[in-house]
């Protein structure tokens, strides 16, 4: 797709743009929070192709649907291309350990989007993007785009009760502490140096509500600089996601790689006082620094897989970042992809995400499936890759996955990184700190 043509209007809420077609398979919404994470939301429809990945060679058919390397005009980062919904056992295929699977998700979809909506949070505009083999056709792409706007106040007002008719865990908090329990024995033995672990939630939704009700009652009162939403046949992805897992974009005729790790999570204090304190303290928590250093070590080996000799660094190190329900300690890794090496490359040497595993990351993703069932989308990623090389990805946790069956079924998770003085019940409270956005927009009224 070698050429592409641009409109521009005036702004336009992206949620409200998203929520006439919230029913229509493989409709896209990725709404940010307008932050320095985030200037970008997109909204895209109409794929012109979609792949399950199962048996084919996950890297190379995203290698196919994107062909050759082609220039963007100035103007959004994405600008149509193909995006991807990674289950977290698609690792399997990347890593020696074999790993049970979710039957309802495959271990990667591939959807190609030839035009998008690039909603501008720092301008208050909006972009319609086409792409094409030719002018006329990027052009013709990018006018139907901009059509998608005329929907709006098409779709139902969100109903003003709580959207589950239930939200239960899976297990009790005791096995839960009792795996982290036996997480930290084997810390202790020398077999990992550390595990993020997570238990799990699992209900349904009320007669006559859907999947996107909870993103829209996500978006008001918890936003996060990765937002999601995702329809699929009978399937339906929701994600309040606060980590960036990789991000690409063209510079220097290369590709600059930036991965942006979470880990070290502190409650938001009930008064300003308390919740200064309470940054201030996971600022210097030697085990939370400790947590995420082990991942920046991890994520800079599995970058030096593909990145060029001596431009993989750390740039930034246990950032506090402050969101509704809790503090996280993030840090920057960055690095430039090696001449020969693409897209394609740099996912199989990375995924699965090394916050979410744990280190050594195999042993570790052992060490999980030993205590969790297949975790499906949730710590998988959702990604959009670029026709010029841009490329940006998630970490899908803050994260529902819907199934329609019998009604709109829905799991999530949470998880901890367990480290040698962890304590059980305090890492069982860390996820329920991390559960409480998702847990409040399925079940509280309002």
Known sequence: MHATAIRRTGWRDPASAAAP?????????LISDGGPQ????????DPDRVERIEAADPAGRLRDLLG??????????FQGGVVGLAAYELGARFE???????PDWPDLELIRYPAVLAFDHARGE???VGRGADAETAERRADEALQWLAADGVAKDAPSGAPAASFEPEGSGGAYEAA?????????AGEIFQANVARSWRGRLRDGAVPFDVFRRLLSGSPAPFAAYLALPGRALVSNSPERFLGVRPQDGGLTVEARPIKGTAPRGADPAADAAAADALLASEKDRAENLMIVDLMRNDLARVCAVGSVGAPELFRVETYVNVHHLVSTVRGRLSEGRDLADLFAATFPPGSITGAPKVQAMKVIAAHEPPRGPWCGSLFWAGFDGAFDSSVLIRTAAFVERDG?????SAGAGIVADSDPAAERRETEAKIDALRRALTEGG
């Open 21 to 29: 077609f919230a029913a229509r398979p493989y409709t896209l919404a």
């Open 68 to 77: 050759p390397r082609t220039a963007a005009q100035d103007g959004p980062p």
């Open 96 to 102: 020696p350990v074999d790993l049970p699977r979710d």
């Open 38 to 45: 985030g200037r970008w939301s997109y909204l895209a429809l």
């Open 180 to 188: 982290v329990a036996d997480v930290i024995a084997r810390i202790g």
């Open 408 to 412: 709109w079924r829905f799991r999530t």
């Open 126 to 128: 909006v972009l319609a």
